[in-house]
């Protein structure tokens, strides 16, 4: 008889987790739904910027106006030599040597 309460009860526990993942589906699919719905809004709102569906057409900076420029020469931080792959596990090997 223990087995068959033993049974039961995992049946139980097992049909409670059911109804949480069923619910917590449902309230995502609300929330994915709630998202579309607000972006679908967005697009059509010609004051948020890049969420028309024309960039150009948004008003508002351009996107690249709020960053700073950067300083010339620091978007190529190698200094030309090529024998750095990025890994230095190697690197106690050689100054023992």
Same mark, same amino acid.
Do not use: C, F, N
């Given at each position: 008889?223990?087995?068959?309460?033993?049974?039961?009860?995992?049946?139980?526990?097992?049909?409670?987790?059911?109804?949480?993942?069923?619910?917590?589906?449902?309230?995502?699919?609300?929330?994915?739904?709630?998202? &579309?719905? !607000?972006?679908? #809004?967005?697009?059509? @709102? =010609? *004051?948020?910027?890049?969420?028309?569906?024309?960039? $150009? %057409?948004?008003?508002?900076?351009?996107?690249?106006?709020?960053?700073?420029?950067?300083?010339? &020469?620091? !978007?190529?931080? #190698?200094?030309?030599? @090529? =024998? *750095?792959?990025?890994?230095?596990?190697?690197?106690? $090997? %050689?100054?023992?040597?």
């Amino acid at each position: 008889m223990s087995e068959h309460r033993d049974h039961d009860a995992k049946a139980d526990e097992v049909e409670r987790d059911l109804d949480e993942m069923q619910e917590a589906g449902e309230r995502l699919q609300e929330e994915i739904d709630s998202t &579309g719905d !607000e972006w679908e #809004s967005k697009k059509r @709102d =010609s *004051s948020v910027p890049g969420a028309a569906g024309m960039p $150009a %057409d948004a008003k508002g900076p351009d996107p690249e106006s709020e960053y700073p420029t950067k300083a010339p &020469g620091s !978007e190529d931080s #190698s200094d030309g030599d @090529d =024998s *750095s792959d990025g890994d230095d596990s190697d690197d106690d $090997a %050689d100054e023992a040597r």
